[in-house]
């Protein structure tokens, strides 16, 4: 993978079944191979068809559904540039935008996941993260479930938070996140780890920030471990998702801070878990109101 400005076409192919042995598509051009359901989808920066051939000639179960191009910004949504949330400043290692003063900057290399925050649920959260931090100066632990390419698990750490655990169901997340903990010099706060965050939220954690697919997050929160956490920062959901969300936080007596949308599509979710709403007094409360 490269830092270069990654301007130019994606080659994705789009595969039945999962890429047994990937050592021959590696070589020049070899951005990574996303892997999910039982398909892969791998990306180039270069026509590759001899390289994906090959693979699929020496796998039977392999099957070649798809090629596709499309632009690197076509691919990442409106395209991978800087930006500020708050006292956070994300810009790509490419970019020579100047860190506004006083603000904390992350380098961060997307490559083809989830993460570039040109998404708003992303943005929510960087913002959601630090309103959190703001209010409770104790959080140390931090759980990143669904990490993507880390963008929120360095967020984190950049506000002095740590140890981070970031963790992704996908390889090539995984392979993203840790090339940017490397590049910003997290590596002793931030560990990045493959696994299921359904499994991973029994980890001990102050701040549990979850970007997730509706089912994933519902099996987040209905997990042993979910409601021993401090605090929440739950995102990724629809208006209907974000109430049936809400409802099962109510359920498990976890208090519903704030509840924000920047667009009237996606929502965030701030919650207060029961031990912490128990141990906060009543003037860190009205701190927290008065807050919004
Ligand atoms: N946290 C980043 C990326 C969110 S995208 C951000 O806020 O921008 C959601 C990520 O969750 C994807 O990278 C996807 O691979 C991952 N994911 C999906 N299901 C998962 C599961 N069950 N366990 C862990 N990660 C999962």
């Given at each position: 993978m490269t830092s270069a400005v990654p301007s130019d076409d994606l080659f994705i192919y789009y595969l039945a079944?999962?890429?047994?042995?990937?050592?021959?598509?590696?070589?020049?051009?070899f951005l990574g191979n996303w892997e999910e359901d039982g398909f892969s989808f791998l990306f180039f920066s270069a026509p590759s068809d001899d390289r994906v051939t090959a693979v699929v000639r020496a796998q039977p179960d392999l099957s070649l559904i798809d090629r596709y191009i499309m632009r690197y910004d076509e691919w990442q949504g409106d395209g991978v540039v800087a930006f500020g949330v708050g006292e956070l400043f994300v810009a790509p290692p490419w970019s020579d935008a100047a860190t506004p003063p006083g603000s904390r900057r992350i380098s961060l290399d997307?490559?083809?996941?989830?993460?570039?925050?040109?998404h708003p649920t992303t943005r929510e959260c960087l913002a959601a993260i630090q309103d959190v931090r703001a209010v409770d100066?104790?959080?140390g632990r931090v759980l990143d479930l669904g990490t993507g390419t880390g963008v929120l698990a360095l967020a984190a750490a950049a506000l002095g938070c740590g140890p981070v655990l970031a963790v992704d169901l996908n390889g090539l997340a995984v392979e993203t996140a840790r090339r940017n903990i490397r590049a910003n010099g997290m590596g002793a706060r931030v560990l990045a780890v493959q696994g299921r965050a359904e499994t991973l939220v029994a980890a001990e954690a102050d701040l549990l920030v979850a970007n997730l697919h509706h089912e994933v997050m519902m099996a987040v929160i209905a997990?042993?471990?979910?409601?021993?956490?401090r605090w929440f920062v739950l995102s990724g959901l629809l208006r209907s998702q974000a109430r049936e969300v809400a409802e099962s936080l109510a359920r498990l007596s976890v208090r519903l801070v704030d509840q924000r949308t920047e667009d009237g599509v996606w929502f965030t979710l701030i919650a207060q878990g029961p031990a912490s709403a128990a141990s906060a007094g009543a003037s860190r409360q009205r701190r927290w109101v008065a807050g919004f």
């Open positions: 079944g999962r890429v047994a042995d990937p050592a021959p598509l590696h070589g020049p051009g997307p490559g083809v996941v989830f993460g570039a925050g040109t100066g104790r959080i997990a042993a471990g979910f409601r021993r956490v």
